[in-house]
C-alpha cells in the first residue's frame, strides 16, 4: 500500500515540481494549468480523497497480476477540463497503466475490477481448502499417508502425542472468509445507481483482505508441500484394501468376450468366495477363479488384479499409469514456465 501511494504521488507530484528535470517539457505539453493539475491530483491521491480511489483501487488489483480488468486508469474522470487527454495518457502510462477509462461515470463508480479479483482469489482458495482437507486426511492417525513436518504443525495443550496440522486447517478456515469478502462486494454493488456512492469506500477492506489472505496461504502452502514426506506403505496397504481390483476382473473378462452383465456376475460371486476365506482376489489360485469364470480366465488375470497392474491398466490421457503421470507432470511443469 505505502510503494503504491508513493508510486502514483510520485508520478503526479514530479510533474509539477519547478525543479523536476522535465518541467519544461511538461509546461510545453500542459501549459501552466496543467502543471499546477498534476500537482493537484498526487496531493489528492495522498489525501485519500475518493475521486483517487478508484484508480488506486485498480492499481492495487494490476499489481497483483489477477485480472486485467483493473489495468486501466480512473484520471478519465477528473473534472477539471484543463486536463488534456495527452496529459491524461502520459500520466497514465507513468503509472504502469495501459490506459484510461473512456466513461467517467462508469469509471468513478465500477468496481468490476475488484469483484472480478476476489471471485478468481476465492476460486483459488476453494482448490487450496479442498487440497488442505486431503491433507488433513492423510495426515491423520486413520490414514497416516504423509507425514507433516514440524514446523507447519503444532502440538495439543492436553495430548502431547498429537500432532495438529495447523497450515491445512488454517488455510481451509480461510477460504470462509476469501468467498466471504467476494460475497461483501456483490452485495455492496448490488443496487447502486449510477455514478459514485459514498457505499464505493467500503470497496477497500474486502479487496485488500483478500489479496492478503490469498497470497499468505499460497505462501504457506509454497513451503509446506515440497516438505510432505510420503509413506509409500500405509499407501499401498490402503490400496490393496476393500477389493479394490474388482473392477479390473470385470475389464479383463469383457476383454475376452464376456458380456458385462455376465462378468458383473462372476466379479461378484468370486469376491463373495474371497471373502469367505479371508483373502484379496489376487490370493485365490487361477483353479478357484475358473470355477466362476470358466476358459475365460487364464494365467495372465494376476497381471490386472495387483494394484501395480491396476495402475498400469489406465494408460490414456489423464490415467493413473506411470507414463502417464509423468506426462502430466512434464506439461504442469511446462505450463509453470510459460
Known amino acids: 500500500m505505502d510503494h503504491d501511494n508513493g508510486r502514483i504521488a510520485t508520478a503526479l507530484v514530479s510533474v509539477a515540481k519547478p525543479d523536476a528535470a522535465t518541467s519544461d517539457q511538461w509546461r510545453?505539453?500542459?501549459?501552466?494549468?496543467?502543471?499546477?493539475?498534476?500537482?493537484?491530483?498526487?496531493r489528492r491521491h495522498v489525501a485519500g480523497r475518493r475521486r483517487i480511489g478508484a484508480p488506486h483501487g485498480r492499481q492495487y488489483v494490476a499489481n497483483a497480476g489477477a485480472v486485467e480488468r483493473g489495468n486501466s486508469h480512473l484520471l478519465g474522470e477528473v473534472e477539471e477540463r484543463k486536463a488534456t487527454f495527452q496529459f491524461l495518457l502520459q500520466v497514465a502510462s507513468m503509472l504502469g497503466f495501459e490506459g484510461i477509462c473512456e466513461n467517467s461515470l462508469d469509471g468513478v463508480s465500477d468496481r468490476d475490477f475488484a469483484i472480478e479479483f476476489c471471485s478468481v482469489a476465492s476460486l483459488t482458495m476453494v482448490h487450496l481448502s479442498r487440497w488442505s482437507e486431503e491433507l488433513v486426511l492423510w495426515a491423520s492417525q486413520q490414514f497416516s499417508f504423509i507425514e507433516l513436518p514440524d514446523r507447519f504443525c503444532t502440538g495439543?495443550?492436553?495430548?502431547?502425542?498429537?500432532?495438529?496440522?495447523?497450515?491445512?486447517?488454517?488455510?481451509?478456515?480461510?477460504?470462509?472468509?476469501?468467498v466471504?469478502?467476494?460475497?461483501?462486494?456483490?452485495?455492496?454493488?448490488?443496487?447502486?445507481?449510477?455514478?459514485?456512492?459514498k457505499d464505493n469506500q467500503e470497496d477497500k477492506e474486502p479487496l485488500f483482505d483478500a489479496v492478503?489472505?490469498?497470497?499468505?496461504?499460497?505462501?504457506?502452502?509454497?513451503g509446506l508441500i515440497p516438505a510432505i514426506r510420503p509413506?509409500?506403505?500405509?499407501?499401498?496397504?490402503?490400496?490393496?484394501?476393500?477389493?479394490?481390483?474388482?473392477?479390473?476382473?470385470?475389464?479383463?473378462?469383457?476383454?475376452?468376450d464376456v458380456p458385462f452383465r455376465d462378468a458383473h456376475e462372476i466379479v461378484g460371486r468370486s469376491v463373495g468366495f474371497a471373502l469367505s476365506k479371508g483373502v484379496d482376489l489376487a490370493q485365490l489360485s487361477l483353479e478357484e477363479l475358473k470355477q466362476f469364470a470358466g476358459e475365460q480366465i487364464g494365467a495372465d488375470v494376476f497381471e490386472v488384479l495387483t494394484v501395480e497392474g491396476s495402475v498400469k491398466a489406465r494408460a490414456h490421457v489423464g490415467g493413473t499409469a506411470p507414463e502417464q503421470v509423468r506426462a502430466a507432470v512434464r506439461r504442469g511443469r511446462s505450463r509453470l514456465r510459460a
Open 231 to 256: 509413506r509409500p506403505e500405509q499407501m499401498r496397504a490402503a490400496a490393496t484394501a476393500g477389493f479394490t481390483t474388482a473392477t479390473d476382473l470385470a475389464d479383463y473378462l469383457v476383454r475376452n
Open 28 to 42: 510545453r505539453v500542459l501549459g501552466d494549468g496543467g502543471l499546477q493539475l498534476a500537482g493537484e491530483l498526487g
Open 156 to 178: 495439543s495443550s492436553i495430548m502431547p502425542q498429537k500432532k495438529n496440522p495447523d497450515v491445512p486447517e488454517l488455510v481451509r478456515g480461510k477460504t470462509g472468509r476469501a
Open 212 to 222: 492478503d489472505t490469498l497470497r499468505d496461504c499460497l505462501t504457506a502452502m509454497n
Open 180 to 197: 466471504g469478502n467476494l460475497t461483501a462486494l456483490l452485495m455492496l454493488m448490488k443496487s447502486q445507481p449510477l455514478a459514485y456512492n
